[in-house]
């Protein structure tokens, strides 16, 4: 059968098959899902694990001898390979069908591969595996999903978080799965178990971090406040974080702005808009805020400032001041702050 990785937890309570293959383009649910079916394989009794990488030197007649021989160490075993290619070839085809038709009573073969195209999905071999085991397919979280899995991951953690705080991590992580897991896992240790979790907790945990503060300033010049963003951005240069973290920040939210500002101009409905670009409650009003105060042609325009920023910070052009007044006169913009204080 072919299973979610998020449906792998409740198969494994209550079975545990002598096949398993995990992929996907994910790489920590497929090392999370691995994990999990270690730890019911050796609950189960198969306390010797296995390893191989397929490789150069690897040879699937390995596997064969190895489902065929007793072992010297225990009555059951885990046999774990890793595809890094995700390529069998023939010798691998022909070991796995072998096993899928005969699979050895002693013996739980997991198979380890990354993103499979829908050639490799329909092969015989894979179909096999669907019949004959588990395949787990480790999708990737959407931007819309992404809070939902955060939230979830603290409540497992034992952290109650509070309306919108998975939001709003899920914004600072930016789609990325492994950074939102240490995230966790950080604030699992800082707040111990059963500890609640609000906005201003989480803002203030992350605040000594440069990635994240660079957030932070780009919602105060989203929000129009030229005080804080000038303070936010020369805290930045002060404790050495590089000017090209703080252009990234901004390229990425102006990016945004662009997609937004488009689609509302297309007359679709400023609701469906937000949900789309990954604009929750909690910003929504900063981003509302922003394209009121310019005109829709003001965002793709700007592109071209930060392309001169970006040139000034890889030193490849001179502007007046140097790349962090720049990065100043393109935030004072966002603010609405025209004439002299955008001269170069």
């Known amino acids: 059968m072919r299973i979610p990785s998020t449906q792998l937890e409740?198969?494994?309570?209550?079975?545990?098959?002598?096949?398993?293959?995990?992929?996907?383009?994910?790489a920590l649910l497929i090392e999370e899902g691995s994990d999990r079916v270690r730890v019911a394989a050796q609950a189960n009794g198969f306390s010797e694990v296995i390893r191989y990488s397929v490789g150069i030197d690897f040879e699937w007649q390995e596997l064969r001898d190895q489902s065929q021989t007793l072992s010297l160490f225990s009555s059951q075993r885990l046999i774990e390979i890793r595809v890094p290619s995700g390529r069998l070839g023939e010798g691998g085809t022909a070991a796995l069908l072998d096993f899928l038709a005969e699979p050895a009573p002693d013996t739980v073969l997991m198979v380890l591969m990354g993103r499979l195209d829908k050639r490799t999905q329909s092969s015989r071999w894979f179909k096999a595996a669907e019949t004959a085991g588990v395949v787990i397919d480790a999708r990737p979280v959407s931007l819309q999903q992404l809070p939902q899995w955060i939230d979830r991951r603290l409540r497992a953690h034992d952290i109650l978080p509070a309306r919108e705080v998975s939001d709003r991590l899920a914004y600072y992580v930016e789609g990325n799965l492994l950074a939102a897991s240490q995230e966790v896992a950080k604030l699992s240790l800082l707040l111990g178990p059963g500890a609640k979790l609000d906005l201003q907790t989480l803002e203030a945990i992350v605040a000594d971090h440069a990635r994240f503060s660079v957030f932070t300033l780009v919602d105060a010049c989203l929000g129009g406040d030229v005080t804080r963003s000038v303070r936010v951005l020369g805290g930045l240069r002060r404790e050495g974080t590089d000017a090209s973290l703080v252009l990234w920040a901004l390229v990425r939210e102006v990016r945004s702005m662009v997609t937004i500002s488009r689609h509302l101009c297309e007359g679709r409905s400023r609701q469906t808009v937000y949900r789309q670009c990954g604009v929750w409650s909690s910003r929504s009003p900063l981003v509302t805020a922003a394209l009121a105060r310019h005109r829709p042609n003001f965002w793709s325009g700007l592109r071209a400032r930060l392309l001169l920023a970006e040139q000034a910070i890889k030193g490849r052009t001179r502007v007046v001041g140097g790349p962090w007044l720049e990065l100043e006169r393109i935030l004072l913009r966002i603010c609405g702050i025209n004439g002299l204080w955008f001269k170069s």
């Open 10 to 26: 409740p198969h494994l309570s209550k079975s545990l098959a002598r096949f398993y293959l995990l992929f996907g383009s994910e």
